[in-house]
């Protein structure tokens, strides 16, 4: 996970400098109290623009967030400012704005002779989004008291949603194994890659065998050595098997690292003797997200990159299929072989062999049962052409007492809001696709703007 870079830019006008320079203290003040809000956060790097009132003062500050490679731009509106003077750097900038629409008094009152000044600013930010609008300049909007209401949470909900988007458009996605014959819902073209901005890197056999002659056996007994300490490492796995694995593991994490991936996918199928990998590399997928990098199943390049993006922005991302109802409890059982973000697994995740029914080569692979909490799952559906539907869902993740499946694959249960049969049938109607990704917390509203700014279609069950 990276913070979100955020240019905080502050609204004035200049008529009041000139004629009660005094409200500046309070005025200033006021800026500060939510640069320090924002920027404290753990999830934020914050750059304070200067309190800007005309024209050159409003291209120069944004023109120093550009040079900055800020995130988005959140505007803070101190009191009433002019449109015209911040219009052109607004409409002209490639940053993506975030209005913070809020107040300094929770309760307006005229006790105060200057309430009024200092509570206005809600009709300049009517005024700049006229202009924004006409303009047709994406923004976004978020209203409320800057204490006494989300709003700065929603705000930085939204900011990280633009993060995961300019993710997403720079992504680099390997794939180890081609497709995953027959599986269509996540195909999409070469040509739509190109314009999502996703590039793509295919790892060859030879490649792989390359890459499993640079693995050093110091590497070797230094990963056995993390895993022994990280995991649960069944007594049964043979020592010599162990180290062959690993050994193939090193090589895809040696393979990613020189590619710069920020996301990779493995199709199981095509991952055999001959491949040069020492069998399907289920615990670097698992160590991979751990690490914050991408991953989905059977040469799924989509929902790889869609994982990688929100991997910027949260360490709590992973990527999940639903695999089967229980109707009874009214829970949905997700799992997916040996894949998942095992930074999320509410117990020690088991490390063991895998005899593997559908290749010619045996592996290891990591188990764990996901924790529980709230969480968001997010689906990004494609509909044809270039078109997408970013489907998501804020669901209660539950450790039901269930022996059966822990110790032997990954495994968890999810609730949501209305009962299965109708969440199941909304999903499907949608399109959903039988991969997808979970993240926890409610991040619906990152979802949201992510769907926006990527110009994608948006549904929420």
């Known amino acids: 996970m990276e913070k979100v870079k955020i240019g905080l830019l502050p609204l004035y006008v200049k008529l009041y400098d000139d004629g009660a320079p005094n409200m500046r203290v309070r005025i200033d003040a006021f800026t500060e109290t939510i640069a320090k ?4 956060r753990d999830d934020v790097k914050l750059l304070k623009g200067k309190v800007c009132r005309v024209s050159g003062e409003f291209s ?22 002019p449109s015209l003077e911040s219009e052109n750097a607004l409409k002209n900038t490639g940053l993506p704005i975030i209005i913070l629409d809020t107040t300094p008094n929770f309760e307006f009152t005229d006790d105060d002779d200057l309430s009024i000044s200092y509570n206005h600013g809600i009709h300049g930010v009517q005024d700049m989004c006229n202009l924004l609008v006409r303009n047709k300049k994406q923004f976004f909007v978020e209203a409320g008291h800057y204490e006494k209401s989300d709003v700065i949470e929603r705000v930085v909900k ?19 194994g081609g497709e995953f014959a027959g599986m269509g819902d996540f195909c999409v073209s070469d040509s739509v890659f190109c314009e999502l901005g996703i590039e793509r890197i295919e790892m060859k056999s030879d490649e792989a065998r390359e890459y499993t002659l640079k693995v050093t056996d110091d590497e070797i007994d230094a990963q056995i050595v993390a895993d022994k300490a990280k995991y649960d490492v069944d ?28 996301a990779f996918t493995a199709n199981f199928l095509n991952i055999k003797k001959d491949f040069g990998l020492f069998g399907m590399p289920f615990c670097e997928a698992n160590r991979a997200m751990e690490r914050s990098i991408g991953y989905a199943g059977e040469g799924d390049i989509l929902t790889a990159a869609l994982v990688g993006a929100f991997m910027n922005i949260s360490d709590e991302v992973s990527f999940i299929e639903m695999f089967c109802p229980d109707w009874k409890n009214d829970i949905i059982f997700i799992s997916h072989m040996g894949e998942m973000n095992t930074a999320l697994s509410a117990e020690k995740p ?29 689906d990004l559906a494609p509909l044809g052409g270039s078109r ?25 249960w999810f609730k949501p809001d209305k009962n299965i049969g109708a969440f199941l049938e909304d999903y499907s109607k949608l399109g959903g696709t039988h ?15 992510f769907a926006e700014v990527m110009n994608f279609e948006y549904f929420e069950i």
Request: charged share 25%.
């Open 350 to 378: 088991k490390l063991l062999k895998k005899v593997m029914k559908y290749s010619d080569i045996d592996t290891t692979w990591l188990c764990g049962t996901y924790k529980a909490g709230v969480a968001t799952i997010i």
């Open 388 to 412: 997408f539907r970013v489907i998501t869902s804020k669901v209660e993740m539950k450790t039901p007492d269930c022996k059966k499946f822990r110790g032997s694959t990954t495994c968890g």
């Open 435 to 449: 991969h997808l990704s979970i993240m926890y917390g409610d991040m619906r509203k990152t979802a949201e703007t």
């Open 37 to 40: 809000i924002i920027g404290g």
């Open 158 to 176: 939204r900011a990280k949603g633009i993060k995961a988007a300019n993710a997403l458009k720079s992504s680099r996605v390997g794939r180890i």
């Open 60 to 81: 120069a500050q944004i023109e120093m967030f550009e040079k900055e490679n800020v995130d988005c731009i959140i505007t803070l509106h101190l009191a009433y400012s």
């Open 235 to 262: 007594g049964t796995v043979e020592p010599v098997f162990f180290r062959n694995c690993i050994k193939g593991d090193l090589a895809v994490r040696k393979w990613i690292e020189d590619n710069k991936l920020t």
